[in-house]
C-alpha cells in the first residue's frame, strides 16, 4: 500500500509492503532445506552400510569358496582315486563356476573399496609401452581362437607413466577382453600416444559397438551392453565401473566412442575406449617417493635414508657435451645406480645433474655401505669412459627420522652434506 500525506507545505510518502507471503516461502525453504540434508545424510549412511555389507560378504566368501577348489582339485587330480570321464567333466564345470564366482567377489570387494575411497595406489614409474607389449602376448591363444588379428601402436621408446602398475594392468586386462567378447571379425587395436602433459592409451575393436541410447550408462555399475543369449561368460557389469574408477584415481580420465571407426561393414561399428594418465614432473615424483617412505618409516618405527648424488659443474659440462652425449652419460649412471641398488624397495631417480635415492628401511650405518657401493660402481663406469677427469660426483646423505623431520629439511640436509 502507499499513502501520501501533507504536513505544513511538505510532501511525506508512505510505501507499505505486506511481507507474510516472502517470510511464509522462507520458513518453506528452509523447511525443505532441512529435509534435503536429512534425507542425504540417510542415504549415506545406507550407502555406507550396503558397502560395508558387501565388503564383509565378500570376504567371509572368499575362505569357503578356496576350501571347495581345493577339495576338487584333489579329485580332479586324482590324488584320493580314480573317477570316471564324466566325473571329470562335472568336477571340472563345478571348478570353473568357482572360479567365475571368485572374479566376481573380487570385483564386489574391488567397487566396495573404490566407493568408500580406501584403495590405496602403489605407484611408481612404469613403461607404459613395455608393459602394454608385454600384456599383449597373454592374449594370443584367445585371437587365434576367434581368428582376430592384433594391431599394437606403440611406440618403441620407453614411456614412464608414474602409476600402479597391477592396477593398469587391470585396466588393459578388462578393456581388452571386452573387446574380446564382443569382436568376431576384424580386429582388435591397442595405441599410445604421448603427448606434452599425458599420455593416451586406446583399446579399440571392430565388434557390433555400444548403441548411442547406452553410451552415457556405459561406466555405471551393474550395466551390461551387447550380451547375446546363450552359454558363454557373463560378467557382473562392474568391470567398467571398477577401471573408471581407478584411472580416476590416477588423476586421468576414461571416454567411449561407439562407432569407433570411419568405414566398417553393415552392421558393425565397433567400440574406441580412450584414457589418458597425467605426466608428472620428475620433482613431483620423487616427492611422492621420499613422503611415501618417511610415511612407511614412520608406521614401522624405523629409517629411510636420502642420498643425492650430484654431478659438480653441471652447466659447464652440459656446454661441453652434447645434449645426445650428455643424456647417454646420465642415463648409463642412473642404469648402475638401479643395478647396485639390491633391494626391491630401493628408489632411484634422475633430474638433470642428481641422482636421488631413497632407501627404505635403511639406517646411517647400512646407508653408509651402500654409499660407498654407489661410488665404486660410478667411479668405474667414468674411469672405463675416460670421463673421470671430466665429471666429478659428490655424495650426500640424511637419515630420517634420526637427521630431520620434514621432506623439506632432508632434502636440504643431503644436498649440504
Not at 378 to 398: H, M, P, V, W
Request: charge should be neutral.
Amino acid at each position: 500500500t502507499m499513502e501520501m500525506r501533507f504536513k505544513d507545505q511538505q510532501m511525506f510518502l508512505s510505501i507499505y509492503r505486506d511481507i507474510t507471503e516472502r517470510k511464509k516461502a522462507e520458513r518453506e525453504l528452509r523447511v525443505n532445506e532441512e529435509a534435503l540434508k536429512k534425507a542425504n545424510e540417510e542415504l549415506q549412511k545406507l550407502s555406507q552400510v550396503k558397502s560395508d555389507f558387501i565388503s564383509t560378504v565378500s570376504h567371509e566368501l572368499r575362505t569357503p569358496l578356496a576350501i571347495t577348489k581345493e577339495g576338487i582339485s584333489l579329485i580332479l587330480d586324482k590324488i584320493p582315486g580314480e573317477i570316471n570321464e564324466k566325473q571329470e567333466k562335472i568336477l571340472s564345470t563345478a571348478r570353473s563356476n568357482i572360479d567365475r564366482l571368485a572374479r566376481i567377489i573380487d570385483e564386489l570387494l574391488d567397487v566396495s573399496k573404490i566407493e568408500a575411497g580406501k584403495v590405496e595406489l602403489k605407484r611408481g614409474l612404469v613403461d607404459i609401452a613395455g608393459l602394454i607389449r608385454q600384456l599383449t602376448f597373454s592374449f594370443g591363444l584367445s585371437l587365434k581362437k576367434k581368428n582376430l588379428e592384433l594391431k599394437v601402436n606403440v611406440p618403441e621408446k620407453q614411456i614412464d607413466a608414474f602409476v600402479d602398475s597391477d592396477k593398469i594392468v587391470q585396466v588393459f586386462t578388462n578393456l581388452i577382453g571386452n573387446a574380446l567378447k564382443f569382436t568376431d571379425k576384424g580386429y582388435i587395436e591397442i595405441s599410445l600416444q604421448e603427448k606434452e602433459k599425458e599420455i593416451e592409451c586406446v583399446v579399440a575393436d571392430t565388434g557390433l559397438g555400444i548403441a548411442e541410447e547406452d553410451l552415457p550408462k556405459v561406466f555405471s555399475k551393474f550395466e551390461q551392453f551387447g550380451r547375446l543369449p546363450g552359454p558363454g561368460a557373463k560378467g557382473t557389469g562392474l568391470g567398467l565401473a571398477i577401471i573408471k574408477g581407478i584411472i580416476e584415481l590416477h588423476g586421468g580420465k576414461i571416454w567411449v566412442e561407439s562407432p569407433a571407426w570411419p568405414s566398417l561393414p553393415a552392421g558393425r561399428q565397433g567400440t574406441k575406449f580412450s584414457f589418458n594418465l597425467p605426466k608428472y614432473t620428475t620433482e613431483e615424483i620423487f616427492k611422492e617417493y621420499l613422503n611415501n617412505g618417511m610415511r612407511e618409516a614412520m608406521d614401522k618405527k624405523t629409517c629411510m635414508t636420502l642420498i643425492v648424488i650430484s654431478i659438480t659443474e653441471f652447466n659447464k659440462l652440459k656446454q661441453k657435451f652434447s645434449d645426445e652425449k650428455m643424456g647417454a652419460i646420465l642415463r648409463s649412471m642412473e642404469g648402475i645406480i638401479k643395478d647396485t641398488l639390491r633391494r626391491k624397495g630401493d628408489v632411484a631417480l634422475r633430474d638433470s645433474g642428481e641422482m636421488v635415492v631413497i632407501l627404505a628401511d635403511c639406517g646411517k650405518e647400512a646407508a653408509s655401505s651402500v654409499e660407498n657401493r654407489l661410488k665404486e660402481a660410478l667411479d668405474k663406469y667414468l674411469t672405463n669412459e675416460k670421463l673421470s677427469q671430466e665429471i666429478k660426483l659428490r655424495f650426500g646423505c640424511a637419515v630420517y627420522p634420526d637427521e630431520d623431520k620434514n621432506d623439506e629439511e632432508l632434502i636440504e640436509k643431503a644436498k649440504k652434506a
